[in-house]
């Protein structure tokens, strides 16, 4: 049997192969967007073993796992770390044209040097293997980041954080640059009762504000704005089913209603959930505007779909997926708001719903006017997209209905720190649409020119779009 993971993997032609190798392959990583936990660079400690590197938290492998017929056990119980390998080394092989399978095999080459298919059988060997190697100091998240060429790297943080492992690992001195990126979705939360009023009490605690009304709410987020620029912060993110619509004239309204849910009564906070969320939204963007930040908004994701596994496992452990949410009309109305006034950011838009690409894309180009390139960017495809065929029609999309050579690029949107192969994956796939329709007289054999749009995409548009 032969290991279908070569040099060549995805790269179809000979121009494929000259731009991949000859240009992308070479360029360092910004990853302006991701889950990397902000504690662990700073700590910088060697992971216990593979499955604590690999496993942990990862709701892809689960609900792979939880389909393959695996017992919870070995999925997030008590059974062992090495169990818990093995049980995925087991299904792996039955991932086959599931994005699982092309990621775990370019995780395992790079860094680990496994040029092998994961199955059970030799489980405990490449288990023992990578547990060697992660003991090692170029195997420690901070030496991960340097080996995959990664430049910038943005965590994804609530207002509330005192930001202090950020603090740690300034001034240490390492060399690869960790910003903060703001995340407030749970400041917008007014219908949810309990959990809504005891965020708003530590928001309160983080900021030096007492919050009783609508004005100390947003002073709150002011400072925490602010906070996080002291820091180096330069994004937020959103993650949204929807933008939602309010009116503005409502203002009275939706401070009353914020009001009475903060005295513990919730019969209006259903009907004002979307007036309030989309108020406090579009202050926060004109704070982002203020300070030169780019926003960030996913849309599309319906979270928490099993009431039972959330009671038992919480948020963010497999159980999610894709809405159909309207997005179009208030999405333009919300942008359109802050346009008017000039208080319009930088923006990215990124769709969960594939139904969308086209509105998403199409989205981006009513409000580009400068200043510089590609303002309003849409991103690249995320969570159940980020995979060959999403990917694909991102690209496609985005080259139909905009300007690609204008793209920002790839980010990991991950917890783990092996998850910088998708990067590579995401550059393969490029460069061979590039070799397609060059092979198809769609495109001129100009390597010069792809070649630089291809590095500009893979690093050099984030760059100077995000201006770190």
Not at 119 to 130: K, L, Q, T, V
Not at 230 to 251: C, T, V, W
Not at 289 to 308: C, D, E, I, P, Y
Request: hydrophobic share 35%; charged share 20%.
């Amino acid at each position: 049997m032969s290991y279908f993971l070569n040099d060549d993997f995805l790269l179809q032609n000979e121009t494929a192969r000259r731009l991949y190798h000859g240009y992308a392959k070479q360029m360092p990583i910004i990853d302006y967007h991701c889950h990397l936990p902000p504690a662990q660079i700073a700590e910088n400690r060697n992971f216990e073993n593979m499955t604590a590197i690999w496993l942990y938290g990862d709701h892809y492998k689960w609900r792979a796992m939880r389909t393959l017929g695996v017992d919870e056990k070995f999925i997030t119980g008590n059974g062992s770390d090495e169990e818990k390998f093995r049980h995925w080394a087991a299904i792996a092989p039955y991932t086959l044209r599931n994005p699982l399978y092309h990621w775990t095999h370019l995780e395992l080459k790079n860094p680990f040097g496994v040029a092998e298919l994961l199955n059970e059988d030799n489980a405990s060997r490449i288990y023992a293997h990578c547990n060697e190697l992660l003991q090692k100091p170029a195997f420690t998240p901070r030496g991960l980041l340097t080996h995959f060429n990664v430049k910038t790297v943005c965590t994804t943080d609530d207002p509330c954080d005192d930001l202090h492992h950020h603090d740690s690992i300034r001034e240490s001195g390492f060399s690869v640059k960790v910003f903060p990126a703001f995340r407030p979705d749970k400041a917008l939360q007014l219908a949810g009762g309990d959990a809504f009023r005891t965020y708003i009490a530590r928001l309160g605690q983080a900021s030096g504000i007492q919050i009783t009304d609508l004005d100390q709410l947003l002073d709150a987020l002011q400072q925490r704005v602010n906070y996080f620029h002291e820091k180096g912060g330069r994004l937020s993110d959103h993650g949204l089913s929807y933008i939602p619509a309010f009116q503005e004239n409502d203002r009275a309204s939706i401070g009353n209603a914020f009001k009475n849910v903060l005295q513990g009564d919730d019969r209006q906070a259903v009907e004002w959930q979307d007036n309030f969320a989309g108020y406090v939204l579009h202050a926060l963007c004109k704070m982002y505007h203020q300070k030169g930040w780019v926003q960030q908004f996913h849309l599309g994701a319906l979270r928490n779909t099993n009431s039972g596994k959330l009671r038992s496992f919480g948020p963010d452990t497999g159980f999610d997926s894709i809405g159909d949410f309207p997005q179009a009309a208030t999405m333009a109305a919300f942008f359109d708001k802050l346009e008017q006034t000039g208080e319009l950011t930088k923006t990215i838009l990124y769709n969960l719903n594939p139904a969308d690409n086209e509105v998403f894309a199409t989205m981006t180009g009513n409000f580009n006017e400068g200043p510089g390139k590609g303002k309003m960017q849409y991103g690249s495809s995320w969570w159940f997209l980020d995979q060959l065929d999403g990917m694909e029609k991102q690209i496609n999309t985005l080259s139909n209905m905009g300007i690609l050579s204008c793209f920002v690029g790839m980010l990991t949107d991950s917890r783990s720190f092996l998850s910088y192969s998708r990067h590579e994956y995401f550059r393969r796939l490029l460069c061979n649409i590039f070799g397609k329709d060059v092979q198809a007289g769609l495109l001129p054999d100009d390597e010069a020119l792809l070649g630089k749009i291809i590095q500009d995409i893979c690093y050099n548009n984030a760059k100077s779009y995000f201006n770190f």
